[in-house]
T-cell receptor
Framework: DAKTTQPTSMDCAEGRAANLPCNHS???????VYWYRQIHSQGPQYIIH???NNETNEMASLIITEDRKSSTLILPHATLRDTAVYYC????????????FGTGTRLKVLA | GAGVSQTPSNKVTEKGKYVELRCDPI?????LYWYRQSLGQGPEFLIY????????DSGLPNDRFFAVRPEGSVSTLKIQRTERGDSAVYLC????????????FGPGTRLTVT
């Protein structure tokens, strides 16, 4: 079973920030949080990952709570092309590093 | 550079037939993963290769499914005696090496069993 829970769907106005939450209350100290997105009919695309600290790259920011039990992916200025399913995944630092996907959050960016 | 490629992009086969799905990972990536995605669901892990060996095949649903990676690069997922329930998108991903590194996914092969 997936170690994460996410809302099924969200809407966001174009140009506004999209904040996608993820709960991972059973996360262990050596487990990373990864975010991917999947645009219709494509393979999942890596966005960002983090362990304890907040992270930012050219695509998004990742905010991880101090207790690490939840995180938020932030798309600062959502565009129509950001409409996709967003997956939050917890990865252990041992084993085979396989991804256990949940059903993700379907983000719809509205014009 | 070139990403992960998968062939064919679409495959339609009759129930009971044998199919092979091919994955070309990113050059130099030693870790390779296969996933299966049914409509409306997230991808489901099938098998993981580190080099030529299958390090984890715990996700293969039954013995009709088999995968190989003989030279540590290209991988083939083989399905015998296909069933309608095997219809899904089969995704391949590669990663630079074993570890918590990002996986790069291919576009997938859509398999339809009639």
């Amino acid at each position: 079973d997936a170690k994460t829970t996410q809302p099924t769907s969200m809407d966001c106005a174009e140009g506004r920030a999209a904040n996608l939450p993820c709960n991972h209350s059973t996360i262990s100290g050596n487990e990373y949080v990864y975010w991917y997105r999947q645009i219709h009919s494509q393979g999942p695309q890596y966005i960002i990952h983090g362990l304890k600290n907040n992270e930012t790259n050219e695509m998004a920011s990742l905010i991880i709570t101090e207790d690490r039990k939840s995180s938020t992916l932030i798309l600062p200025h959502a565009t129509l092309r950001d409409t996709a399913v967003y997956y939050c995944i917890v990865i252990t630092t041992s084993g085979t590093y396989k991804y256990i996907f949940g059903t993700g959050t379907r983000l719809k960016v509205l014009a | 550079g070139a990403g992960v490629s998968q062939t064919p992009s679409n495959k339609v086969t009759e129930k009971g037939k044998y199919v092979e799905l091919r994955c070309d990972p990113i050059s130099g990536h030693t870790a390779l993963y296969w996933y299966r995605q049914s409509l409306g669901q997230g991808p489901e892990f099938l098998i993981y290769f580190q080099g030529t060996g299958a390090a984890d095949d715990s996700g293969l649903p039954n013995d009709r499914f088999f995968a190989v990676r003989p030279e540590g690069s290209v991988s083939t997922l083989k399905i015998q005696r296909t069933e309608r329930g095997d219809s899904a998108v089969y995704l391949c991903a590669s990663s630079l090496m074993q570890g918590p590194y990002e996986q790069y996914f291919g576009p997938g092969t859509r398999l339809t069993v009639t």
